[in-house]
């Protein structure tokens, strides 16, 4: 069966594209992970639109409050890039681990995003900034929703049929800390078995709340709750306290997330280690 891609140059070209393709509009980022699938690719009524071209969407910089990353950016460059590192360190740390060079030089944030992949490196720190996503529907107009809104289930976005990811809106905070780490069966090249990440407000100095969001334990990351029904940890007091104090908090976070699943028993002991190197990294200054 022929199938027709289109490839537009520019922007204006793009949303011409998308108003001629509608509701069956699928679009092509850079393929890491469709071309593991290729099936997908002979999907009948359906017209692929490669974005490859459209310098628009691969953009990172300040709008007003927010850093701007656009969903053609690649986690080569969110790894590299100055300002993810300072507003968004942790987003910055993920983009690191995804997978080997060849796939950071190609794979970008929009794809990994609409892929839904509950191993996705990108979601939890979005998760954890509270980002916003920027889409374009096929009729010309646009919307801002929440990132904790656009994963349906694993592997499935709630996009409707035709949406586009523009961009995603991260808010900038000057005094916020973040740190990303990531479980794997291997030290690199590896897809997350578990992920965490810590995000810290730094105005009471090595002090203040700091907020979790575990990965990788369900269709979209969970945020990990203190008991007692406080919103946020706090980062005073000793380091091993609030080692155990975390730990135990994600351990249940994950027996909550997969009850009953194979993984459970490894996960909510491994959890340990992520939590101590986190921990570390905060009481230590390590973390930006």
Not at 127 to 140: E, H, L, N, Q, Y
Not at 222 to 233: D, H, L
């Amino acid at each position: 069966m022929e199938q027709r891609i289109a490839i537009p140059a520019d922007q204006n070209e793009l949303l011409a594209a998308m108003a001629e393709a509608g509701d069956s509009a699928r679009f092509l980022a850079s393929g890491t992970d469709l071309f593991t699938n290729p099936g997908r690719l002979r999907e009948e009524g359906v017209r692929w639109i490669d974005l490859s071209q459209v310098e628009q969407l691969r953009r990172i910089e300040a709008e007003g409050e927010s850093l701007v990353v656009g969903a053609m950016t690649t986690f080569r460059e969110i790894a590299s890039s100055p300002e993810v590192r300072c507003f968004g360190t942790a987003l910055a740390e993920a983009a690191r681990q995804v997978g080997s060079v060849q796939i950071r030089n190609r794979a970008t944030i929009g794809g990994n995003v609409a892929n839904a992949s509950p191993a996705a490196d990108s979601l939890p720190p979005l998760f954890a900034f509270g980002a916003t996503v920027r889409t374009r529907t096929p009729g010309g107009g646009s919307r801002s929703l929440p990132i904790a809104e656009c994963i349906a289930g694993p592997g499935s976005s709630a996009f409707a049929p035709g949406e586009l990811i523009e961009s995603f809106a991260i808010p900038r905070r000057g005094n916020r800390r973040s740190a990303f780490a990531k479980l794997g069966s291997r030290r690199t090249v590896s897809i997350a078995r578990l992920s965490l990440v810590v995000v810290h407000d730094a105005e009471a100095g090595d002090a203040g709340p700091c907020r979790l969001f575990v990965g990788a334990v369900g269709s979209a990351p969970v945020e990990v709750r203190p008991v007692g029904g406080a919103t946020a940890f706090d980062l005073g007091g000793d380091e091993e306290g609030l080692e155990e104090q975390i730990f135990h908090c994600c351990s249940q976070t994950i027996c909550n997330a997969i009850p009953g699943r194979s993984s459970l028993p490894y996960k909510r002991e491994a959890v340990r280690g992520l939590v101590w190197e986190l921990v570390a990294r905060m009481k230590g200054g390590d973390a930006r």
